[in-house]
Nanobody, 124 residues
Framework: QVQLVESGGGLVQAGGSLRLSCAAS????????MGWFRQAPGKEREFVAV????????YYADSVKGRFTISRDNDKKMVLLQMNSLKPEDTAVYYC?????????????????WGQGTQVTVSS
C-alpha cells in the first residue's frame, strides 16, 4: 500500500520560511518523479514544483521560482519543499504526489499517488 505523508505545515508571518516534508512508503521511490501541489479555498489544485527520480532536474511554477526549493533523499524516501519569503497568497493546503515516470509532470492528471495534505497559512 502506497502512502505519502506530508508534514511541516503551519502558521507563519509574511517573509518567513517553512520546510515541508513528504515521507513515502510502499513504492520503489527511485522510480518516481515527485511533485508538490497546493490548493487554496475555492481554487483548483495547482502545480508548485517537481523533481525527477534522480534529483538532477527540478521545475517550478513561476509564482514560487526563486523562493521555493524542492529536493529529495532517495535513501530516506523523502521529498522536501523549502519555502522562503512566504507571501499571504502562498496560503493553501500543500500536497505531495508521486508519478512513475522519468519526466517532469506538472498536471494533477499525471500523478499516480497523493498525500493527504498539510496546511500552510501565511499571515500579513
Amino acid at each position: 500500500q502506497v502512502q505519502l505523508v506530508e508534514s511541516g505545515g503551519g502558521l507563519v508571518q509574511a517573509g518567513g520560511s517553512l520546510r515541508l516534508s513528504c515521507a513515502a512508503s510502499g513504492l520503489t521511490f527511485r522510480s518516481y518523479a515527485m511533485g508538490w501541489f497546493r490548493q487554496a479555498p475555492g481554487k483548483e489544485r495547482e502545480f508548485v514544483a517537481v523533481i525527477t527520480w534522480s534529483g538532477g532536474t527540478t521545475y517550478y511554477a513561476d509564482s514560487v521560482k526563486g523562493r521555493f526549493t524542492i529536493s529529495r533523499d532517495n535513501d530516506k524516501k523523502m521529498v522536501l519543499l523549502q519555502m522562503n519569503s512566504l507571501k499571504p497568497e502562498d496560503t493553501a493546503v500543500y500536497y505531495c504526489a508521486a508519478d512513475q515516470s522519468y519526466s517532469l509532470p506538472t498536471t494533477t492528471q499525471e500523478y499516480d499517488y497523493w498525500g493527504q495534505g498539510t496546511q500552510v497559512t501565511v499571515s500579513s
